[in-house]
Protein backbone atom coordinates (compact mmCIF):
# COMPACT_ATOMS: atom_id res chain seq x y z
CA UNK A 1 0.00 0.00 0.00
CA UNK A 2 1.44 3.43 -1.33
CA UNK A 3 2.55 5.71 1.99
CA UNK A 4 0.76 8.59 2.66
CA UNK A 5 2.39 11.59 2.39
CA UNK A 6 1.14 14.53 4.65
CA UNK A 7 1.75 17.72 2.04
CA UNK A 8 1.65 20.32 4.77
CA UNK A 9 3.91 18.55 7.09
CA UNK A 10 6.64 17.72 4.16
CA UNK A 11 6.62 21.10 3.27
CA UNK A 12 7.40 21.91 6.71
CA UNK A 13 10.28 19.06 7.12
CA UNK A 14 11.88 21.12 3.93
CA UNK A 15 11.76 24.12 5.39
CA UNK A 16 13.50 23.16 8.12
CA UNK A 17 15.98 21.69 6.19
CA UNK A 18 16.15 25.25 4.15
CA UNK A 19 16.66 26.91 7.60
CA UNK A 20 19.86 24.69 8.55
CA UNK A 21 21.05 24.41 5.29
CA UNK A 22 21.42 28.04 5.53
CA UNK A 23 22.49 28.86 8.92
CA UNK A 24 25.08 26.06 8.94
CA UNK A 25 26.59 26.80 4.91
CA UNK A 26 25.10 30.32 4.14
CA UNK A 27 21.91 30.86 1.72
CA UNK A 28 24.14 30.36 -1.83
CA UNK A 29 24.68 26.88 -0.58
CA UNK A 30 20.31 26.55 -0.24
CA UNK A 31 19.86 24.58 -3.95
CA UNK A 32 17.20 22.43 -4.38
CA UNK A 33 19.86 19.23 -4.37
CA UNK A 34 21.71 20.49 -0.86
CA UNK A 35 18.20 20.94 0.55
CA UNK A 36 16.94 17.53 -0.54
CA UNK A 37 20.09 16.18 0.71
CA UNK A 38 19.69 17.38 4.25
CA UNK A 39 15.88 16.78 4.10
CA UNK A 40 16.88 13.08 3.38
CA UNK A 41 14.42 13.07 0.53
CA UNK A 42 15.01 13.28 -3.56
CA UNK A 43 15.51 16.09 -4.99
CA UNK A 44 12.32 14.95 -7.61
CA UNK A 45 10.09 14.98 -3.77
CA UNK A 46 10.60 18.12 -3.54
CA UNK A 47 10.59 19.56 -6.62
CA UNK A 48 7.17 17.95 -6.42
CA UNK A 49 6.16 20.93 -3.51
CA UNK A 50 8.02 23.71 -5.27
CA UNK A 51 8.36 24.91 -8.42
CA UNK A 52 12.10 26.01 -8.42
CA UNK A 53 14.60 27.60 -5.85
CA UNK A 54 12.75 31.05 -6.00
CA UNK A 55 9.87 29.61 -5.37
CA UNK A 56 11.19 27.66 -1.96
CA UNK A 57 13.19 30.50 -0.98
CA UNK A 58 9.96 32.94 -0.56
CA UNK A 59 8.02 29.94 0.77
CA UNK A 60 10.75 29.56 2.86
CA UNK A 61 11.06 33.08 4.05
CA UNK A 62 7.35 33.29 4.69
CA UNK A 63 7.39 30.29 6.97
CA UNK A 64 9.90 32.53 9.12
CA UNK A 65 7.80 35.50 9.09
CA UNK A 66 4.92 33.91 9.98
CA UNK A 67 6.35 31.83 12.77
CA UNK A 68 7.89 35.10 14.54
CA UNK A 69 4.83 37.33 14.01
CA UNK A 70 2.82 34.69 16.12
CA UNK A 71 5.03 34.94 18.89
CA UNK A 72 4.66 39.07 18.45
CA UNK A 73 0.84 38.25 18.28
CA UNK A 74 0.70 36.18 21.79
CA UNK A 75 2.36 39.59 23.42
CA UNK A 76 0.65 42.00 21.51
CA UNK A 77 -3.04 40.60 22.43
CA UNK A 78 -2.01 41.03 26.44
CA UNK A 79 -0.76 44.68 25.12
CA UNK A 80 -3.58 45.96 23.59
CA UNK A 81 -6.60 44.30 25.46
CA UNK A 82 -8.52 47.17 27.02
CA UNK A 83 -7.03 46.64 30.43
CA UNK A 84 -3.95 46.99 29.78
CA UNK A 85 -3.44 50.87 30.93
CA UNK A 86 -4.30 50.13 33.97
CA UNK A 87 -1.72 47.46 34.42
CA UNK A 88 1.36 48.69 37.16
CA UNK A 89 3.82 50.66 35.03
CA UNK A 90 6.53 47.87 35.68
CA UNK A 91 4.71 45.17 34.55
CA UNK A 92 3.87 46.80 31.00
CA UNK A 93 7.05 47.75 30.57
CA UNK A 94 8.03 43.72 31.12
CA UNK A 95 5.16 42.93 28.77
CA UNK A 96 6.65 45.16 26.12
CA UNK A 97 9.85 43.70 26.97
CA UNK A 98 8.99 40.14 26.59
CA UNK A 99 6.86 40.73 23.30
CA UNK A 100 10.30 42.32 21.64
CA UNK A 101 12.17 39.94 23.28
CA UNK A 102 11.29 37.74 20.66
CA UNK A 103 12.85 39.15 17.62
CA UNK A 104 16.18 38.91 19.96
CA UNK A 105 18.46 36.43 19.27
CA UNK A 106 18.35 35.91 23.39
CA UNK A 107 18.39 31.92 22.98
CA UNK A 108 19.69 29.57 20.33
CA UNK A 109 16.43 28.78 18.35
CA UNK A 110 16.04 32.78 18.36
CA UNK A 111 19.46 32.91 17.37
CA UNK A 112 18.95 30.93 14.22
CA UNK A 113 16.10 32.28 13.20
CA UNK A 114 18.14 35.73 13.39
CA UNK A 115 21.12 34.35 11.54
CA UNK A 116 18.43 32.95 8.65
CA UNK A 117 16.53 36.34 8.87
CA UNK A 118 19.76 38.81 7.63
CA UNK A 119 20.61 35.59 5.25
CA UNK A 120 17.14 36.34 3.84
CA UNK A 121 17.14 39.97 4.03
CA UNK A 122 20.64 40.86 2.51
CA UNK A 123 19.68 38.56 -0.23
CA UNK A 124 16.54 40.41 -0.91
CA UNK A 125 18.82 43.81 -1.74
CA UNK A 126 19.61 41.93 -5.25
CA UNK A 127 16.32 39.69 -5.26
CA UNK A 128 13.13 41.38 -5.98
CA UNK A 129 10.87 38.03 -5.42
CA UNK A 130 12.35 38.45 -1.83
CA UNK A 131 12.03 42.14 -1.23
CA UNK A 132 8.29 42.39 -0.44
CA UNK A 133 8.67 39.86 1.93
CA UNK A 134 11.71 41.16 4.16
CA UNK A 135 9.94 44.46 3.98
CA UNK A 136 6.49 42.64 5.21
CA UNK A 137 8.18 41.75 8.65
CA UNK A 138 9.55 45.39 9.13
CA UNK A 139 6.45 47.54 8.11
CA UNK A 140 4.32 45.02 10.31
CA UNK A 141 6.75 45.07 13.56
CA UNK A 142 7.16 48.90 13.28
CA UNK A 143 2.71 49.57 13.19
CA UNK A 144 2.84 46.99 16.47
CA UNK A 145 5.96 49.00 17.60
CA UNK A 146 4.22 52.14 17.08
CA UNK A 147 0.42 50.78 18.33
CA UNK A 148 2.41 49.78 21.64
CA UNK A 149 4.46 53.33 22.56
CA UNK A 150 0.46 55.01 21.29
CA UNK A 151 -1.02 53.13 24.38
CA UNK A 152 1.55 53.53 26.45
CA UNK A 153 1.08 57.51 25.57
CA UNK A 154 -2.54 57.36 26.03
CA UNK A 155 -2.17 55.65 29.22
CA UNK A 156 -0.26 59.06 30.20
CA UNK A 157 3.12 56.86 30.68
CA UNK A 158 4.43 58.36 28.23
CA UNK A 159 5.90 62.13 27.50
CA UNK A 160 2.32 63.90 25.83
CA UNK A 161 5.38 66.04 23.28
CA UNK A 162 6.84 62.32 22.43
CA UNK A 163 7.18 62.16 18.79
CA UNK A 164 5.98 58.75 18.81
CA UNK A 165 6.54 57.98 14.91
CA UNK A 166 10.18 58.83 15.44
CA UNK A 167 10.32 57.04 18.85
CA UNK A 168 8.75 53.58 17.10
CA UNK A 169 11.62 54.02 14.32
CA UNK A 170 14.57 54.24 16.83
CA UNK A 171 13.45 51.70 18.65
CA UNK A 172 13.02 49.09 15.95
CA UNK A 173 16.64 50.52 14.77
CA UNK A 174 17.79 49.59 17.93
CA UNK A 175 16.46 45.99 17.91
CA UNK A 176 18.07 45.74 14.81
CA UNK A 177 21.14 46.62 15.71
CA UNK A 178 21.07 44.04 18.58
CA UNK A 179 20.20 41.54 16.77
CA UNK A 180 22.57 42.43 13.77
CA UNK A 181 25.62 42.56 16.02
CA UNK A 182 24.82 39.34 18.13
CA UNK A 183 24.75 37.33 14.24
CA UNK A 184 28.09 39.01 13.36
CA UNK A 185 29.78 39.02 16.53
CA UNK A 186 28.73 35.95 18.82
CA UNK A 187 30.16 35.99 22.09
CA UNK A 188 30.18 40.22 22.44
CA UNK A 189 26.68 40.51 23.38
CA UNK A 190 25.01 38.32 25.45
CA UNK A 191 21.29 37.94 26.03
CA UNK A 192 21.46 39.77 29.61
CA UNK A 193 23.18 42.49 27.91
CA UNK A 194 20.96 42.71 25.44
CA UNK A 195 17.71 43.03 27.65
CA UNK A 196 19.26 45.48 29.82
CA UNK A 197 20.12 47.64 27.20
CA UNK A 198 16.25 47.53 25.46
CA UNK A 199 15.11 48.08 29.35
CA UNK A 200 17.20 51.28 29.46
CA UNK A 201 15.88 52.08 25.96
CA UNK A 202 12.33 51.99 27.68
CA UNK A 203 13.09 53.44 31.05
CA UNK A 204 14.55 56.90 29.61
CA UNK A 205 11.95 56.68 27.10
CA UNK A 206 9.59 56.54 29.85
CA UNK A 207 11.22 59.22 31.73
CA UNK A 208 11.27 61.79 28.95
CA UNK A 209 14.62 61.48 27.26
CA UNK A 210 14.06 61.46 23.87
CA UNK A 211 15.98 64.53 22.95
CA UNK A 212 13.16 66.42 22.73
CA UNK A 213 11.08 67.74 19.18
CA UNK A 214 13.00 66.37 16.31
CA UNK A 215 14.71 69.05 14.20
CA UNK A 216 13.64 67.60 10.68
CA UNK A 217 14.98 70.30 8.40
CA UNK A 218 14.14 69.38 5.04
CA UNK A 219 13.89 65.92 5.49
CA UNK A 220 10.91 64.77 7.08
CA UNK A 221 10.88 61.41 8.84
CA UNK A 222 7.82 58.88 7.04
CA UNK A 223 4.58 58.83 9.02
CA UNK A 224 3.66 56.31 7.08
CA UNK A 225 3.96 52.58 9.30
CA UNK A 226 2.86 50.60 6.64
CA UNK A 227 0.73 47.81 6.26
CA UNK A 228 0.28 44.96 9.28
CA UNK A 229 0.35 41.35 8.85
CA UNK A 230 -2.70 39.95 9.03
CA UNK A 231 -2.22 38.45 12.38
CA UNK A 232 -0.98 41.20 13.81
CA UNK A 233 -4.25 43.36 13.19
Not at 179 to 207: F, I, K, N, Y
Amino acid sequence: MPKIVDPQERRRAVVEAVFRVVERDGLEQASLRNVADEAGLAIGSVRHYFAGHADLMVFAMRAMIERVTARLTEHAERLLTADAPLRPPHERQETVVRMLAEVLPLDEERRREAVVWLAFVSAARTHPPLRSHADEIYDGLLTLVTRVLEGIRNAGRLPADADVALESRRLCALLDGLSLEAVLHPGRLDAETMLAVLRRHLTALAAGDHGGPAHRGNAPVAHDRGPLPHRLR
